[in-house]
């Protein structure tokens, strides 16, 4: 049995290709990672793996995988882990998921590529635009979730 509660008949459906936005920095130069991602949903499990590239390999870029479980069919949780060479970033997600499946905002938190504990705004929508567009809202507003609704 997993660990998320789910309302009966109301399991949102995120399987398929959906874009990540990342609010990270590298020396100091604050960057938006945006970066194709597939998703296969099993019940409230959701595993994640990146198609694309957010950055450049020179600008910190790296490929990643990772699961997020679903809580009362609004809360994601779960992690993520570099699986590109040498890269050793690994850390944790949190969204919240638009009533509507329509995307997910949240914020992360992980280890650097210099070994410190950093965290940004993360988002995630069916489209490139979706995403990126979430992301902006995340970060004028402060962290408020569906600001666009």
Do not use: C
């Not at 100091?28 to 959701?46: F, N, P, R, T, W």
Request: glycine content about 14%; hydrophobic content about 35%.
């Amino acid at each position: 049995m997993g660990h998320g509660r789910r309302l009966p008949g109301s399991a949102r459906a995120t399987s398929g290709q959906w874009w990540a936005s990342w609010q990270t920095s590298r020396s100091g130069d604050e960057k938006i990672a945006s970066q194709q991602v597939e998703i296969k949903q099993e019940g409230d499990l959701l595993q994640i793996a990146t198609i694309t590239r957010g950055l450049s390999e020179e600008e910190g870029g790296y490929h990643w995988s990772g699961e997020l479980q679903l809580w009362d069919n609004e809360i994601l949780m779960g992690w993520y882990a570099a699986n590109d060479g040498s890269i050793r970033s690994k850390g944790t997600m949190y969204f919240v998921l638009h009533p509507h499946g329509l995307n997910m905002s949240g914020r992360w938190v992980g280890l650097g590529f210099d070994g410190r504990i950093m965290s940004g705004w993360a988002s995630m929508g069916q489209t490139r635009e979706e995403s990126e567009t979430t992301m902006a809202s995340l970060i004028n507003s402060e962290g408020m979730a569906y600001v666009n609704d």
